[in-house]
């Protein structure tokens, strides 16, 4: 079983950066496949962004070219760094490890 906890959300104003952090323990961090989703209110939660063990990444289009997933497996520890944030972003952001395995999220308010 593996614990997930996410950290770095806050509030930011529109224009700004943040960095989520989501330190794994309790299992094996590597060689899954790891990714960020995110739940804004009254919408289903949605996949942002996910990175292989290989370093291999893909993102929604929403997110392409304003965000960067990165990982340490060394640290057990995914990356989601966030730049040129937009209201639309407001959501709880969750971790993800394959299969199956959650974090308790995050929350990411983008509002001047």
């Known amino acids: 079983q593996v614990q997930l906890v996410e950290s770095g959300g806050g509030l930011v104003q529109p224009g700004g950066s943040l960095r989520l952090s989501c330190a794994a323990s309790?299992?094996?961090?590597?060689?899954?496949?790891m990714a960020w989703y995110r739940q804004a209110p009254g919408k289903q939660r949605e996949l942002v962004a996910t990175?292989?063990?290989?370093?291999?990444?893909r993102y929604a289009d929403s997110a392409r070219g304003r965000f960067t997933i990165s990982r340490d497996n060394a640290k057990n520890t995914v990356y989601l760094q966030m730049n040129s944030l937009k209201p639309e972003d407001t959501a709880v952001y969750y971790c993800?490890?394959?299969?199956?395995?959650w974090g308790q999220g995050t929350q990411v308010t983008v509002s001047s």
């Open positions: 993800y490890r394959h299969p199956n395995n």
């Open positions: 309790g299992s094996i961090f590597s060689p899954y496949l």
């Open positions: 990175i292989t063990d290989g370093g291999n990444t």
